[in-house]
């Protein structure tokens, strides 16, 4: 693929769809259970919500009993978890819990610029300050060898939960809950960090756990897990509790927000509340995340939700200054991959820039800045290409990496940047096609999005990663009253029209591409999300 040039669209319907409409349900019902092969007798299993066994993870049984020690003998205990929105929901979650259980403890979050991501020896150094006896990590450490075995040293035990790639060695841990161990039978094992914590929860308090659920479902959509199997029930119990305002802090940032948090689905924790916990990581310390997360009420917990509120609107600036740069520099590449780096670029915004490069362009992303000597890189890749696999192959131009299959961070020496740009493209082998297919779940009209039928799509939400908010085609429509909305201009607005009716559609972070001459000139395919919102008071589509 010519990497210089945006992908272009076309729609094709998913393999399940079917055109008989059923007359139980509506138009809208009915292609989006056959595209995702439902069937309405079926349809009732979706809000029934499955829970496995805590102890078939593989090392729980000693975790809980480590843990159950510790508290019993007045032990101090260490909680250590990632940056992200995932790693302070874990942290949030883990808080709760061994307060109730009466634990003495204290909580470490890395600093991104200082610590770097995973357990390091400086978080040991600082357990055995405090006087801990025992470490607890959450959503990280699972490649911790040389952390691990420091603490062993000084006589600390270290009790690992995580859900990232296993490597071939494991750190001599008193325990590890990761149910992508290849010897944990779990019969689930697409579980995020705060979803592992979430079992550890269970195991040691029980149906008190189910009160914690909130910040498991925020973490499981953050950390764009498949949502389905365990995940589901999860996010759907939060959910159902943060709409009940379980969560002051969430409370606070949907009011700052502008959103009712009565009106709490994924797509509002993944596109508000997701972005703002992830702030404070990405410019500053986690730590008020956390705050934010286990406030006891709405007054407690605003001062922290101002602060990332603001955080957000330095990330999002940050973020559009360096895509500017970033497209500047794949402008010069003809590749199927994309390696960029820049000095200037904040690390904490490089995942973030890497997403939208992919997003833009289909291929594998690589997006890096320069650290003491070093790039400091995140990595972003399409299905079928196994981002763990391809770094392996780079290894030997790589000093560190770790990740998923979709996602990784990495550190490259300065001097092996070409080395690594050329072993990266190497390994890719992405097809070289510039027309990316965008599967739908069905086609419409504009009178078949009233708000009934795009009520009755949410018997299958909560929607998210491996589960998709449905999506429709509304063939040769009419794109008029075309303008710009939003800070700096960056979203457009238009009324989409067909030989029925017509209705309003929001393409966000439009990029004048095409061109507003271009939309008008003729009719269109358009592919819509449609969404309910509320104006004053009223509900529209």
């Keep these: 693929m010519d990497a210089q040039r945006p992908r272009r669209v076309r729609w094709a319907l998913s393999d399940g769809h079917r055109s008989v409409h059923k007359s139980n349900v509506g138009v809208l019902l009915s292609q989006l259970l056959a595209s995702r092969g439902v069937t309405e007798d079926a349809l009732r299993a979706w809000t029934v919500r499955a829970w496995h066994d805590a102890y078939l993870l593989y090392g729980m049984q000693t975790a809980v009993a480590r843990v159950r020690e510790a508290i019993a003998r007045k032990e101090r205990i260490l909680v250590y978890g990632d940056y992200d929105a995932d790693g302070v929901c874990a942290v949030a979650l883990m808080v709760q819990v061994l307060r109730t259980l009466g634990a003495m403890f204290f909580v470490d979050i890395p600093h991104r610029m200082i610590d770097g991501y995973g357990l390091h020896n400086r978080a040991v150094h600082t357990a055995r300050t405090h006087g801990c006896t025992l470490i607890v990590t959450v959503d990280t450490g699972i490649c911790a060898l040389e952390a691990v075995a420091y603490a062993r040293s000084l006589g600390i035990d270290v009790i690992i939960t995580d859900h990232h790639e296993v490597p071939d060695v494991l750190p001599e841990a008193v325990a590890i809950v990761n149910p992508k161990q290849a010897h944990c039978t779990y019969p689930f094992d697409a579980l995020c960090g705060v979803g592992v914590a979430w079992k550890l929860a269970y195991a040691l308090c029980g149906e008190q756990a189910y009160a914690l659920l909130p910040c498991a479902a925020i973490g499981t959509i953050a950390d764009m897990v498949p949502l389905h199997g365990e995940n589901r029930s999860i996010v759907q119990g939060g959910l159902d509790a943060i709409q009940r305002g379980a969560l002051p802090g969430v409370a606070a940032l949907l009011r700052l927000s502008g959103n009712d948090v009565r009106d709490t689905n994924a797509q509002t924790i993944s596109f508000v509340v997701g972005p703002r916990l992830n702030a404070a990581g990405r410019l500053d310390r986690a730590d008020d995340a956390v705050r934010l997360l286990i406030a006891p ?18 990330r999002r600036q940050l973020v559009e200054q360096a895509m500017v740069e970033a497209i500047a520099q794949v402008q010069t590449q003809r590749t199927s991959a994309i390696v960029v780096v820049d000095e200037r670029w904040h690390p904490g915004i490089i995942g973030i820039v890497a997403a939208r490069l992919l997003d833009k362009y289909g291929v594998p992303t690589v997006v890096g800045t320069l650290r003491n000597g070093l790039v400091k890189c995140s990595a972003r890749s399409v299905a079928g290409v196994h981002l763990m696999h391809v770094l392996r192959m780079c290894a030997e131009t790589i000093v560190q990496y770790g990740g998923h299959a979709s996602a990784a961070g990495l550190t490259i020496a300065v001097d092996a940047l070409p080395a690594f740009t050329e072993a990266f493209a190497a390994a890719v082998r992405v097809p070289q096609v510039d027309v990316h297919t965008v599967i739908v779940d069905g086609i419409a009209k504009t009178t078949d999005c009233t708000v009934q039928a795009v009520g009755e799509l949410a018997k299958l939400a909560p929607f998210g990663h491996a589960h998709p908010t449905p999506t429709f085609v509304l ?54 999300e449609p969404s309910i919102a509320r104006v004053r008071g009223v509900a529209r589509v």
């Design 297 to 314: 009420n709405m007054e407690a917990a605003m001062p922290f939700a101002q602060k990332l509120h603001v955080q957000n609107e330095q």
């Design 475 to 528: 063939p040769r429509v009419s794109i008029t009253d075309v303008r710009t909305i939003g800070n700096g201009a960056q979203h457009m607005k238009a009324v989409l029209r067909d030989d029925v009716g017509g209705i309003e559609a929001v393409q966000f972070r439009y990029d004048g591409s095409p061109s507003v001459d271009v939309l008008r000139a003729r009719p269109h395919d358009v592919i819509v």
